[in-house]
C-alpha cells in the first residue's frame, strides 16, 4: 500500500521539486520508502511513497521500471491473484527478479497491454508510463477501492492518490463552488466532485490513456457492476458465496508484514474472524473499540468470537475525553470533508500501535447482503415518488425527520439516497450558504446518478446506490485516508471481484428476505453462532450525540435539539472552507 503522485506539464521548470512536494505531503501513507522519476525527454516526473506489505526488500522498490527503463511503474495497492498470474507469465516465457505483485503488473502490461486491468484482482490506483508509445496509462480498480485523482488543462496532467498533494502543488489551486452545498446534503463529496476545481477521480474500474504528443486522454472502462440474476437456486448460491468469500478471505490475509482483523462483533467481521481462524492460526489478532457508555458496547458478541477462534485479542477504550484531544489529528486526517471515519481513525490507530501493517475489513457486506433499512424503505419510496411534486411543501410543514423526503423530487438515485441518508435537508443549507434552494436542487441533479436501466426492483436498487453512493463515496474514502494517515492498510474481502461477480449474479428473489443479510447467514449458518446474527443490528457505532454539542446549530439560525450529525457536519464545512 502507497502514495502516487505525477506531472505531465510542458510548461514546468521545477519538476523535481513540484513533484517532490506532492509526494512527500503524502508522507503518512508511506513511511517506509520514497522514490522518484524524472523522464530525461518528456516533462514527466513520477513520485511514489511506500508501505511494505509483500517483499519487503529493496527490490520492491518505486518507480520500478523495465524494458530497459521504457516502462516505469507506480502503483498503491494490492494484487491478490498475482501468484496466479505470474504463474502465467512465466510459462509465456517471462522472467521475474523480484517476490512483488509491483513487477507482476509490470510483466502483465507488456503481455496484455491495457487489458491486463481486466485481469487484475485486487485493489489498486496506478500509472504506468510507456515510453516506447509516448503515452500514460492511469488504472483504478473495479471497485475504487484505492483512490486516484487527477486534473487535465491546458495541456497538464497532475495526479495523485490525495488531494492533498495537488493543494501542496499550488496552494492557491482555486476551489470547487459547488461542493459545500453538496456536501451539506450528503456528508460527503460524491464522485466526480472534489473541493478543488478541474480536479476528479478516476472513476471505479475505468482506465486513462493519456497521449504525450496531442495532451488527450481517453478513458475506457476495464469492470462495471452488472446484475446477471442468473443463479436462481439459494442452493447454488450458497454454495458460490461459501467459495468465494473464503478464497477471497484466503487471498486477502497474503503479507510478508504484521495482518489483524477488525472485529466489531456484527455478523461481517465475525465472519472474516471464523474463516481466518484456520489460516492464520496463532497468528489470528483482532482489534476492538469500546466505549465508557455501555448502550455502545459490543463486548459480549466479540468475546463469542474471541472464544470461538482463539483470536489474540485487544479491547481500545475510546472516551469523550480522547476523541476531543484527537479532534485536530482527525481534521488533518481529512483529505476531503466527511462526516464519517472518525471510527476508521481509531481503530487504525490502534492497529498501528499493536504493530500491525494490514488489517482485514467487513466493509461491503450491508450492500451486498441488504444489511441497511434503505433495502425496506426503498420500495416506500418508489411510490411516494409518483407523488413527488406534492411532497416538497409537506415536508417543509413536517417535522425534521420528515423533512428529507423533499429529496425524492430529484431525479435518479440522488433522490431515493438522501431521502434515506442525507444530512441537512434544502431549506436548512439554504439558509447556511445563503443559495436558493432552486440552485441547491440543479447542483444535485447535475450529478447525474442515474440507475441501470434493468435495475427495476427495489431490493436492486438499493443494493446498487449503496454500493455506488454510500459505501464508494465514504465508506471506502473514509478507510481509505484514515488509515493510510496511521500508516495501515485496510483490505476489504467483501469486495473482492469474484465475489462481487457471483452475488451480483444471483436472484434478487433468492437474496430478498425480512430479516437483514438472509443468504450471507444461510450460506454460513453453521459456522456463525445465533447469537451474533439472531439480534438487534447495532452496527459500529460512536457516542456522537453525546460528543458533540448543538451550538454551533443555533448560532446557524436552524434548531436546538436536532441530530447530532448537523452540527458535525457544519463544523466540517467550515474546517474546509478555511482551508480553500
Keep these: 500500500m502507497c502514495r502516487i503522485a505525477g506531472i505531465f506539464d510542458p510548461s514546468s521548470k521545477t519538476l523535481l521539486q513540484d513533484i517532490t512536494s506532492m509526494r512527500d505531503v503524502m508522507h503518512r501513507g508511506g513511511p517506509d520508502d520514497a522514490g522518484l522519476y524524472i523522464d530525461d525527454t518528456f516533462p514527466l516526473a513520477f513520485g511514489h511513497r511506500r508501505l511494505s506489505l509483500i517483499d519487503l526488500s529493496s527490490s520492491g522498490h518505486q518507480p520500478m521500471q523495465d524494458l530497459d527503463g521504457q516502462l516505469q511503474l507506480i502503483y498503491n495497492g494490492e494484487i491478490y491473484n498475482f501468484k496466479e498470474l505470474k504463474a502465467e507469465l512465466t510459462v509465456k516465457g517471462f522472467k521475474f527478479k523480484t517476490q512483488s505483485d509491483t513487477e507482476v503488473i509490470l510483466k502483465a502490461y507488456q503481455a496484455w497491454g491495457t487489458n491486463c486491468l481486466a485481469r487484475f484482482s485486487g485493489m489498486y490506483a496506478l500509472a504506468i508510463f510507456d515510453k516506447m508509445h509516448s503515452i500514460i496509462i492511469l488504472g483504478r480498480d473495479h471497485a475504487g477501492i484505492k483512490p486516484l485523482y487527477y486534473s487535465l488543462v491546458n495541456d497538464k496532467l497532475i495526479f495523485g492518490s490525495e488531494i492533498r498533494a495537488f493543494k501542496a502543488l499550488n496552494p492557491r489551486w482555486e476551489a470547487n463552488e459547488n461542493w459545500p452545498n453538496i456536501f451539506l446534503a450528503f456528508g460527503h463529496l460524491p464522485e466526480p466532485l472534489t473541493t478543488l476545481k478541474n480536479v476528479h477521480p478516476l472513476a471505479k474500474g475505468s482506465f486513462g490513456v493519456f497521449d504525450m504528443h496531442t495532451k488527450k486522454m481517453v478513458i475506457k472502462k476495464h469492470y462495471v457492476y452488472d446484475f446477471f440474476e442468473c443463479i436462481k437456486s439459494i442452493v447454488e448460491a450458497k454454495q458460490i458465496i461459501r467459495e468465494k468469500l473464503t478464497k477471497a478471505v484466503q487471498r486477502h490475509l497474503f503479507s510478508d508484514a504484521p495482518i489483524g482483523l477488525f472485529l466489531s462483533g456484527g455478523i461481517d467481521s465475525s465472519l472474516l474472524t471464523i474463516l481466518s481462524q484456520p489460516i492464520l492460526k496463532?497468528?489470528?489478532?483482532?482489534?476492538?473499540?469500546?466505549?465508557?457508555?455501555?448502550?455502545?458496547?459490543?463486548?459480549?458478541?466479540?468475546?463469542?468470537?474471541?472464544?470461538?477462534?482463539?483470536?489474540?485479542?485487544?479491547?481500545?477504550?475510546?472516551?469523550?475525553?480522547?476523541?476531543?484531544?484527537?479532534?485536530?489529528?482527525?481534521l488533518q486526517a481529512m483529505d476531503q470533508p466527511s462526516t464519517d471515519g472518525?471510527?476508521?481513525?481509531?481503530?487504525?490507530?490502534?492497529?498501528?500501535?499493536?504493530?500491525?501493517?494490514?488489517?482485514?475489513?467487513?466493509l461491503g457486506g450491508d450492500e451486498l447482503f441488504g444489511g441497511y433499512k434503505s433495502f425496506t424503505t426503498f420500495n416506500k419510496f418508489k411510490y411516494l415518488k409518483t407523488f413527488a411534486p406534492l411532497l416538497a411543501p409537506i415536508a417543509g410543514l413536517a417535522g425534521d425527520k420528515?423533512?428529507?423526503?423533499?429529496?425524492?423530487?430529484?431525479?435518479?438515485?440522488?433522490?431515493?439516497?438522501?431521502?434515506?441518508?442525507?444530512?441537512?435537508?434544502?431549506?436548512?443549507?439554504?439558509?447556511?450558504?445563503?443559495?436558493?434552494?432552486?440552485?441547491?436542487?440543479?447542483?444535485?441533479?447535475?450529478?447525474?446518478?442515474?440507475?441501470?436501466?434493468?435495475?427495476t426492483d427495489t431490493w436492486a436498487l438499493a443494493s446498487w446506490t449503496e454500493l455506488n453512493m454510500y459505501m464508494q463515496n465514504q465508506l471506502l474514502k473514509d478507510s481509505d485516508y484514515m488509515s493510510m494517515w496511521h500508516?495501515?492498510?485496510?483490505?476489504?474481502?467483501?469486495?473482492?471481484?469474484?465475489?462481487?461477480?457471483a452475488v451480483t449474479s444471483i436472484s434478487t428473489d433468492v437474496k430478498k428476505n425480512k430479516q437483514g443479510k438472509f443468504l450471507l447467514i444461510e450460506s454460513f449458518k453453521a459456522e456463525l453462532p445465533i447469537e451474533i446474527w439472531n439480534r438487534r443490528r447495532q452496527g459500529f457505532t460512536f457516542p456522537f450525540a453525546k460528543w458533540v454539542e448543538n451550538d454551533q446549530l443555533v448560532n446557524k439560525g436552524i434548531a436546538n435539539g436536532v441530530h447530532w450529525s448537523k452540527n458535525w457536519t457544519i463544523n466540517i464545512l467550515e474546517r474546509f472552507n478555511g482551508e480553500n
Excluded: W
Design 487 to 501: 500508516g495501515l492498510e485496510i483490505r476489504v474481502p467483501f469486495l473482492d471481484k469474484d465475489l462481487i461477480n
Design 282 to 330: 496463532e497468528r489470528l489478532h483482532t482489534l476492538s473499540i469500546v466505549f465508557e457508555e455501555q448502550e455502545f458496547s459490543e463486548k459480549k458478541y466479540q468475546d463469542i468470537i474471541i472464544k470461538k477462534t482463539g483470536a489474540r485479542h485487544q479491547s481500545f477504550s475510546v472516551s469523550k475525553k480522547e476523541f476531543e484531544h484527537s479532534l485536530e489529528d482527525i
Design 402 to 455: 420528515y423533512k428529507k423526503l423533499g429529496y425524492l423530487n430529484l431525479r435518479g438515485a440522488v433522490g431515493y439516497y438522501l431521502a434515506v441518508r442525507g444530512i441537512l435537508n434544502l431549506d436548512e443549507i439554504s439558509r447556511i450558504t445563503g443559495d436558493s434552494v432552486t440552485k441547491i436542487k440543479e447542483q444535485l441533479n447535475d450529478l447525474n446518478l442515474f440507475y441501470p436501466c434493468e435495475l
Design 342 to 362: 472518525v471510527n476508521s481513525y481509531f481503530i487504525s490507530k490502534y492497529a498501528h500501535e499493536a504493530g500491525l501493517k494490514a488489517v482485514l475489513s467487513g
